[in-house]
């Protein structure tokens, strides 16, 4: 059996997901990751390494912005590649939920039976 090791395998669609919304910068998306993801177990390390990915992979692209005041921010985009990531994880959630709610109702038949 597995151990309880926390394996970001959805992180990038994650990433693209909070970039749909609007560009952003690695620590706001970690923020609001860590904010509205129910079980979100990543860190700043694991975004920027997702981050770096997807731009190599033409899924988003950058640009480094000044701030009125502090240092500059580099903000990250969704490309039209990313789009497309994007809709084929949709695809990829579906049929994870749908094994997932296979994998329950078993387990309950077998919970029950068990009685």
Aim: proline share 5%; net charge neutral.
């Amino acid at each position: 059996m597995r151990k309880n090791k926390y394996s970001p395998r959805h992180a990038p669609s994650f990433i693209l997901l909070f970039l749909a919304r609007r560009p952003n910068y690695g620590g706001a998306l970690l923020k609001m990751m860590e904010e509205e993801i129910p079980c979100f177990l990543g860190d700043s390390s694991m975004i920027y390494r997702t981050l770096q990915e997807l731009e190599e992979e033409g899924a988003i692209t950058s640009r480094w912005e000044m701030p009125d005041t502090g240092r500059p921010i580099k903000y990250y985009y969704l490309t039209d590649q990313g789009w497309k990531l994007l809709l084929e994880s949709e695809d990829d959630m579906r049929k994870r939920i749908d094994n997932h709610l296979f994998f329950l109702d078993e387990l309950e038949k077998a919970k029950n039976r068990k009685k």
